[in-house]
């Protein structure tokens, strides 16, 4: 019973803070998302097709992920900022 009721409190717990970020934030973090994974394709395809070094397309993939969690970061604080 103990296990049933702290599977609950934790789901509950959950879509609680779940439903803390803004439609707007959601929006945000997933924008920087694509941004991600866009740069991570694009790096893909070029060094698939011999145009960069494997070490240029970890760049390429870092700075996407640098951006994406910015994007992030900016995004989690829309919510903090009174309305």
């Known amino acids: 019973m103990k296990k049933i009721l702290t599977v609950a409190a934790a789901a509950a717990l959950g ?3 779940a439903a803390c970020d803004s439609g707007a934030e959601n929006q ?4 920087a998302e694509a941004v991600d ?3 991570e394709a694009t790096a893909d395809a070029m060094e698939d097709a011999g145009q960069i070094t494997d070490e240029q397309a970890d760049a390429i993939e870092d700075a996407g992920e640098a951006t994406k969690d910015a994007m992030e970061d900016q995004a989690d ?3 903090a900022a009174p309305q």
């Open 28 to 31: 945000m973090e997933d924008q």
């Open 15 to 17: 879509l609680t803070l």
């Open 77 to 79: 604080t829309m919510d």
């Open 37 to 39: 994974e866009a740069a």
